[in-house]
């Protein structure tokens, strides 16, 4: 394992508190599963550290966290990835606490780095139009087209997490739905509503889907797919990595730099047009499944952009006078 200070693997008892704590996560916070990968990462990172300090988890004193936090920021990690692995730090240890193992958090008082607010980035409705045109246009086969469309409507119109969207039960999709429900993050639903084109791309792949499965179950190839969206890999449907390539096809026939064209700047294209057009946050928020309204709010700060950039360009009084 290469830890922070070098390549040092944590002894048992340390690898069995972290597994332990990433067990308790899944069952009794719903954590998802790249939350419990992202945490895993985190603490076996700190694990080394720790054990190339000769101590361990049970008697790590809090300048042992605090100088773990300093050698990240030495090696030049972002203030979001200091805070997270702190995060996941304190957790550890407040898990650790409350079941006994340790008398004392010494993570409780440890003041974070903080995060960069930045902006997010988006797309404005003319180039996502052009993506939606590419998807139509783009593809090997009329079924690749048609599964292309499907999907870029889909993930406009709902604002969904990728991972929501390529891991979409099938039957979810049955009966012309006007609503989908989704399960998000910890195993959350929420319930969010189709636009027309994207219940018309949904339909269209449906029947292109269904004629394919009932092809390969007569042909005996495989067994029918219970996803939306079927693929070939161990997870049974297709991957977040293959969707990204495609989003990249995409966004070079819509003639849209790809470099500014992800999965979520799609979802923060989606957010960002509702709350221009006049829509509520707090509905924005349940659409999105932000546990904090906080999280929403950073799209505010887009539209104030924008609209002092309005003010800026077309107020009369905002140019000196000629």
Request: aromatic share 6%.
């Amino acid at each position: 394992m290469i830890g922070a200070e070098g390549s040092e693997r944590p002894d048992t008892a340390t690898e069995r508190w972290i597994s332990t704590f990433l067990e308790a996560q899944a069952a009794e916070a719903g954590a998802a599963r790249n939350t419990l990968l992202a945490y895993g990462r985190d603490l076996l990172d700190f694990a080394a550290f720790v054990t190339h300090r000769g101590e361990t988890f049970a008697k790590a004193p809090r300048e042992t966290i605090e100088s773990y936090l300093i050698s990240c920021e030495a090696q030049g990690l972002a203030k979001a990835t200091r805070a997270r692995r702190l995060s996941a730090i304190r957790q550890l240890y407040r898990f650790a606490y409350d079941e006994g193992w340790r008398t004392d958090d010494p993570a409780i008082r440890i003041c974070g780095p903080g995060k960069d607010r930045r902006l997010p980035k988006t797309l404005t409705l003319t180039e996502v139009e052009a993506l939606l045109a590419a998807a139509r246009n783009s593809g090997r086969t009329a079924d690749d087209r048609t599964r292309n469309t499907c999907l870029m409507e889909v993930l406009y119109a709902t604002g969904m997490r990728v991972s929501e969207l390529v891991g979409l039960p099938v039957s979810a999709a049955r009966g012309d739905p006007r609503m989908l429900l989704i399960r998000g993050k910890g195993g959350k639903e929420r319930m969010v509503p189709l636009s027309s084109p994207a219940r018309a791309a949904l339909g269209e792949w449906l029947s292109v889907r269904d004629a394919a499965e009932d092809k390969a179950r007569a042909a005996r190839k495989s067994p029918p797919s219970r996803f939306l969206f079927p693929g070939t890999g161990a997870e049974g449907h297709l991957t977040r990595q293959a969707f990204h390539g495609l989003l990249k096809e995409l966004s070079v026939a819509a003639g849209i730099s790809s470099v500014r064209v992800t999965p979520h700047v799609l979802r923060h294209a989606f957010a960002t047009h509702l709350l221009e057009g006049g829509a509520d946050l707090r509905a924005i928020q349940t659409l999105l499944g932000h546990a904090d309204l906080s999280t929403t709010e950073i799209y505010t700060h887009v539209l104030d952009a924008r609209l002092k950039a309005l003010v800026l360009e077309h107020h009369p009084l905002a140019h000196p006078a000629r």
